[in-house]
C-alpha cells in the first residue's frame, strides 16, 4: 500500500524554525515529483514546494528564502525546513505526490494526512 | 502569478449535474487536475490530465479544458459528493503550481 506519514508539526513562536517529515512507503520519493501544500485554518489549498524526481526545486513566492525542500533517499522521506516563521504560516501541511506536467497514469497520486503548524507568540 | 479563479460555491439536487468551472488566462494550454476534499480529511485526486479518471473515481466525474475555462462534471449527484472541490495546474511561465480558489459543492 502507498502511504505518506508527515510528522514534525509544532506550536512555535514567530522566527523560529522548524522541520517537517514526510516518511513514503510503497513508493520511492527519489522517483517521484514530492510536493509540499499547506491549509490554512478555514481556507483553501497553497502549493509550497515542490521537488522533482531530478532533483530541481521550486518555492511558491510566500516561503521562497525563507522554506527549504529536501529529501532523503536512504531514508526514503521528503522533509521541509522552514525558518523565520511567520503567524501567516500557520496551516496544516500535507505532503503529496504531485501529478507531474508530463502525462504519467502510474500509481496513485496520494497526501498525507497532514501536520498542524501552529506559529504564535 | 497565474490565477485560477472558480465560483465559491455550487448547490445541485440529488440526482443532478454539477458543473464547476475553473477559470484562468489560456488553461487550455495547460494540463488541469481536480481534487476533492472532504471534512477533515486530505485532498484526493478525481480528475488529472484534464478529464482522466484515477482508478476507484466514478465515471459520474468528466471533465474538459478549452480556452480560459476548465471544466469539472458531477453527474446523477449523490449525497456523497458533497465536499470542496480545486483545480490544479502547473505555470511554466512563474514555474510555481497552483491552486484554484476552491467550489464548495452542497447537495441540496
Known amino acids: 500500500e502507498v502511504q505518506l506519514v508527515e510528522s514534525g508539526g509544532a506550536l512555535v513562536q514567530p522566527g523560529d524554525s522548524l522541520r517537517l517529515s514526510c516518511a513514503a512507503s510503497?513508493?520511492?520519493?527519489?522517483?517521484?515529483?514530492m510536493s509540499w501544500v499547506r491549509q490554512a485554518p478555514g481556507k483553501g489549498l497553497e502549493w509550497v514546494s515542490v521537488i522533482l524526481s531530478g532533483g530541481r526545486t521550486y518555492y511558491a513566492d510566500s516561503v521562497e528564502g525563507r522554506f527549504t525542500i529536501s529529501r532523503d533517499s536512504s531514508k526514503n522521506t521528503v522533509y521541509l525546513h522552514m525558518n523565520s516563521l511567520r503567524p501567516e504560516d500557520t496551516a496544516v501541511y500535507y505532503c503529496?505526490?504531485?501529478?507531474?506536467?508530463?502525462?504519467?497514469?502510474?500509481?496513485?497520486?496520494?497526501w498525507g494526512q497532514g501536520t498542524l503548524v501552529s506559529v504564535s507568540s | 502569478s497565474y490565477v485560477l479563479t472558480q465560483p465559491p460555491s455550487v448547490s445541485v439536487a440529488p440526482g443532478k449535474t454539477a458543473s464547476i468551472t475553473c477559470g484562468g488566462d489560456?488553461?487550455?494550454?495547460?494540463?488541469v487536475h481536480w481534487y476533492q476534499q472532504k471534512p477533515g480529511q486530505a485532498p484526493v485526486v478525481v480528475i488529472y490530465?484534464?478529464?482522466d479518471r484515477p482508478s476507484g473515481i466514478p465515471e459520474r466525474f468528466s471533465g474538459s479544458n478549452s480556452g480560459d475555462t476548465a471544466t469539472l462534471t458531477i453527474s446523477r449527484v449523490e449525497a456523497g459528493d458533497e465536499a470542496d472541490y480545486y483545480c490544479?495546474?502547473?505555470?511554466?511561465?512563474?514555474?510555481?503550481?497552483?491552486f484554484g480558489t476552491g467550489t464548495k459543492v452542497t447537495v441540496l
Open positions: 490530465y484534464d478529464s
Open positions: 510503497g513508493m520511492t520519493v527519489s522517483g517521484n515529483y
Open positions: 490544479h495546474v502547473w505555470d511554466g511561465g512563474s514555474e510555481h503550481y497552483v
Open positions: 489560456d488553461i487550455g494550454s495547460k494540463t
Open positions: 503529496a505526490r504531485q501529478i507531474p506536467d508530463f502525462y504519467d497514469d502510474t500509481g496513485s497520486y496520494i
